[in-house]
């Protein structure tokens, strides 16, 4: 969703939290009945949540980058 420019919502938890800044990158609920609210604030939500989350996983989740990140990874665990 949020590579799509669509706003998340989540309840926070594991790697959802992660990615997730309430109001920044998506929207966090803390319970069920809150989700509902929650729901409501990621559908009428301003476009800079929508970009910056779309911004995200163009950062963290480029192919191209991930190759590069993960090949330092590897020659840095062969050097030591």
């Known amino acids: 969703a949020m590579a799509l420019g669509v706003a998340v919502v989540n309840f926070g938890i594991g790697g959802s939290r992660v990615y997730t800044s309430d109001g920044f990158t998506g929207f966090v609920a803390e319970s069920v009945e809150e989700l ?7 559908i009428d939500c301003p476009v800079k949540v929508k970009e910056n989350a779309r911004e995200l996983v163009e950062r963290f989740f480029n192919y191209d980058e991930y190759v590069e990140r993960n090949t330092r990874l590897y020659e840095e665990l062969m050097n030591t």
């Open 36 to 42: 509902v609210n929650t729901t409501l604030r990621a």
